[in-house]
């Protein structure tokens, strides 16, 4: 099928799935799962012609890894799904209800978006993830993956629909774009009136072609260029130990921070601190400001002087922009003006200034005397996560089920007439 | 000021307003009350200028009337301002809270959009409306009027302006774009980074326009091809005097009716009703399918044969379409088919067919025995409305408050990072 035709058939799909019942919904997510167990074969065969593929092309081994499937991870995912089939239905909630005008009685009430597209890049288990949420959700959903994983993809895509299908789905409640092309992506982005919500997952390019060219609503996810802002006074010790975390246990992620920022009056103390822990660590390179830079140099840490650029930049490396500020509002602005505003944190003793680092900073996830790290669906208890918003429209920060939910206004009437 | 330069100013003025108090911020909504009132010549001044214009340029009266202002159109548009200052505070609401990994404390807190532009037509009351709504949900706001009203909205987003300022609130809260040209419609529409979320109002060239250039976010409003459905069996007086209701008692608004679709087997008996009660309150013109049309004519009343374009029209006229069905099935597909997802009736004794109705149509809002003329967000008894949203992102149906905030997650920890 072209992208035309799986649109509209994932809108004619839409509205079966709308209205399929809680148990039918949990059903087709079990037999989901056990599709992907007993169909291993088929799905890692797919995944074999994809990686050589991939590696005649010259993929590097952090992607290669990415793309890679193997039984453990098939069965992982599988279980992902069987877990989704356990969360409290979001669709049929009443958020609220009253009497209006001459007895009418109105319900506001959860219903599914419609028709979901994802648009992502590497990772074929984000296949399952998209169609396990979009059914658990009651919607039809249009996946497409990188073109890199594509046979993955539509290998994985096959076997989930066939068996949604067969536990009382609708025909095509999941579909997978079948056209291999980029030009297929931008389809997507134009469908307006047939694509309902529009979620990007993949790097900063992809996200910001996906937000530019859409005219379909869109969420935008991910990019995160995240601060640590040590305040003086602040417990130096506890300062390190976050700046670790933060920036070292898994510098390829959009919760990991990119740049520290120290008051000038705890500088030389701070950084005497966090720098070597951070080199300790395996952060190679240190862009800092003047006077972190001699800071730096005293410490015989190797540091580089930072340009402006440098402030606004998403390493996702070992590697860390550090600025000195004068205080709470500098360090305030700076992280309005440079972030994304994803997760941003502030380390100190004076409860006053975390206070005012929550109310005033702009971001989804705002921490005190604690990791950026923890900006995660799975860590704030919400379940399937899809990805984590960087706009403040409709979902904000980690966001799940609920966010692929809409509702409707439900007025039940004996002849009521407008006056 | 140009165009980007009131949006770096709005934006800088935005993080002051989202930590404006309530009591600041309903003081400022009170002053802007007053100042109306005690300004009301510097406006009329100003909209006598924009109508002696709009006459020259051979406007028609309906949008004259619509752009004309007098002392107790603005004494209104005061009093508006004063009973927002009433409601409750959408900010800071806390709407989850939990404790998660290590003892860090998490909660979920309503929080302002930020910048929030509004693009619309002829009423200038909507500068004082969009305004008001803005300081109450402590965001900046950017007006972009209809260059029509340019003057009249200058006037009084000035006055709100200096009133609001004199009361507390920060320099450049309240924006109106200075320059009338059409070319700072789009500047606004692709400010990514600047404004947090665009509404337009106004017709459906305006809206598609935002809709398809603009690459912030954006609710899409307000067109409306709402249907009524006759099933058989239905109490055939409710059934007319719904429909003319819905029809004629404002047929320029989006939530009046422009299609009637009514059961085969009770067509005779129920147009028999219906089609000279619509003829009798002023409708002049009936697009009829075949059925219809016959029994139209053994009526006399003139009808139009319909072509495929008018069950896609928005007619917002004494005009209207009309269809007979073979049953529920057909009905519902025809309105999920040409409808605008805004707002669709039902008239049936049947309870069973009316439930399928409700939860089948993809609309905002579903009705059961009555009038699609209740959808409205002082209706809906929301308060403040700010538009019909007729997208299923963020909001929709009838907006408010709400609508124009977002959440933030402030998470306060004692040190902890992620295992």
Redesign the interface.
Known sequence: MNVKDTLLAAKEAS?RC??ASEELRNNALSAMADALRDEVDRILEANKADMADARKAGMKDSLLDRLMLDGNRVFDIADALEELSDLPDPLGQVQDE?T??GG?Q?QRIS?P??VVAMVYEARPNVTADAAGICVKSGNACVLRGGSAAHRSNLAIAGVLHEAAVRAGMPQNCILAVEDAERSATDELLRA?GLV??LIPRGGAGLISHC??YA?V?V?ETGVGNCHLYVHDPA?VA?AT??A???KC?RPGVCNAIETLLVDRSIARKALSSILPALFRNGVQYFHTDPISSEIASDLQIPAIVSTEEDWAREYLELEIAVKCVEGLDEAIAHV?TFGTKHSESIVTDDAQA?ERF???V??????????T???DGG???LGAEIGIST????A??PFALEALC?????????????A
Chains 1, 2 share one sequence.
């Open positions: 509205t709308a209205t009253r209006i005008a009418v109105m219903t978006m419609g307006r309902d919500l937000v530019e005219t609503p969420i417990d506890m130990e976050i670790v975390n933060a246990q309005n975390a929550l109310s005033e702009d971001a989804a996830a705002v921490y005190w005397n604690a990791s790290r923890f900006t860590q704030f208890g706009q403040k429209l409709h904000r920060g809409s509702y409707k206004y439900v007025l039940r009437g004996s002849g009521q007439v407008r």
